[in-house]
Nanobody, 123 residues
């Protein structure tokens, strides 16, 4: 059964950094498009950024460019989200996503979702 488990969330002060991890089971992270979404209470989930099969990165949010980056370790079968210079508006539940169908479905309706991990940016 395909499964994604996120970890690394928590409370961080503004300007701080966090790295989220997404461990995959029954799914090879290096073979497919994967991404990160986030959701704040009362709003729909939004795409943050993604990585394609060739490790090309696409940002869905201008507000995180230059601060967030996505990467993966194929040996560990794990996807990462490195978040720097965090702001209070980055507070959200962050979800790892994946799609075997490609980048466009991943952007609008990901095939797979992790359970989410809470990131809170506050002093």
């Amino acid at each position: 059964q395909v499964r994604f488990v996120e970890s690394g969330g928590g409370l961080v002060q503004p300007g701080g950094s966090l790295t989220l991890s997404c461990q995959a089971s029954e799914f090879t992270v290096g073979n497919y498009a994967m991404g990160w979404f986030r959701q704040v209470p009362g709003k729909a989930r939004e795409g943050v950024l993604c990585i394609d099969r060739s490790d090309g990165i696409t940002y869905y949010m201008d507000s995180v460019m230059g601060r967030f980056t996505i990467s993966r370790d194929n040996a560990k079968n794990t996807l990462y989200l490195q978040m720097n210079s965090l702001k209070p508006e980055d507070t959200a539940v962050y979800y790892c996503t994946a799609d075997t169908r490609g980048m466009l479905p991943l952007r609008f309706s990901p095939e797979y979702w992790g359970q989410g991990t809470q990131v809170t940016v506050s002093s």
